[in-house]
């Protein structure tokens, strides 16, 4: 695991057309698997249901990872944000890279 910047996640992933956010996808479902310390669906699987599904495992996705970030949070004793219902919104509406970056801005926070 390591931190990474929000904003060159987003830059690559535009200039690549998406290719790199796929990527960072991956990245952050094995990271919050990582921090959780809880056996989970591997980034690949992940990335895999969600093109399988049309996206609608991505919006589970999300809000399973809100969930484990509150987890996360709960075991470092961190004050709870409720994550999870904003993650899914943010899916459903077309703006899961919004989700991604508030995602590895609280992973960010805590390593």
């Known amino acids: 695991m390591k931190q ?10 535009i200039v690549t057309c998406g290719i790199y956010g796929l990527y960072w996808f991956v990245c952050l479902n094995n990271d919050v698997n990582t921090m959780n310390e809880q056996p989970g669906t591997s980034g690949g699987m992940a ?29 470092r004793g961190l004050p709870s944000s409720n994550s999870a219902v904003l993650y899914l ?3 459903i509406v077309g703006l ?16």
């Open 4 to 13: 990474r910047s929000i904003a060159t996640a987003i830059i690559l992933s």
């Open 96 to 111: 899961s890279i919004v989700a991604w970056a508030m995602m590895q801005n609280e992973l960010n926070k805590m390593m």
């Open 47 to 75: 990335l895999l249901l969600t093109i399988v599904t049309c996206g609608i495992y991505g919006w589970y996705w999300a809000y399973k990872q809100g969930e484990k970030v509150e987890a996360i949070k709960a075991k």
């Open 89 to 91: 919104v943010l899916s």
